[in-house]
Nanobody, 125 residues
Framework: QVQLVESGGGLVQPGGSLRLSCAAS????????IGWFRQAPGKEREGVSC????????YYADSVKGRFTISRDNAKNTVYLQMNSLKPEDTAVYYC??????????????????WGQGTQVTVSS
């Protein structure tokens, strides 16, 4: 069974940074496209970033370009989302997700089959 576990969320002031981790214990992440999504109360789930297994290509939502960076550490079987210059509007539950049926990743949540439980990110002074 595919299991994903997110960590690294928390409370941070505007302008601060957090690094989220997405770890897998039952499969090799390098073989999967990995996406990061977020959902704020009353809002739809939004694709934030993703990294493709085929060639390492990445995607970023316009709202996070230049501030967030996605990366893999294959030795640790973990994907990271480095979030800098955080804004109050970044507040949400952040989820990582995986699929291995598409050549490239995307920010479309319906393309992902496996999901973590989520980690809360709150940006507030």
């Amino acid at each position: 069974q595919v299991q994903l576990v997110e960590s690294g969320g928390g409370l941070v002031q505007p302008g601060g940074s957090l690094r989220l981790s997405c770890a897998a214990s039952t499969f090799t992440l390098d073989y999967y496209n990995i996406g990061w999504f977020r959902q704020a109360p009353g809002k739809e789930r939004e694709g934030v970033s993703c990294i493709s297994s085929s060639d390492g290509s990445t995607y970023y939502a316009d709202s996070v370009k230049g501030r967030f960076t996605i990366s893999r550490d294959n030795a640790k079987n973990t994907v990271y989302l480095q979030m800098n210059s955080l804004k109050p509007e970044d507040t949400a539950v952040y989820y990582c997700a995986a699929n291995n049926v598409h050549i490239y990743c995307s920010g479309n949540y319906y393309e992902y089959d496996y999901w973590g439980q989520g980690t809360q990110v709150t940006v507030s002074s």
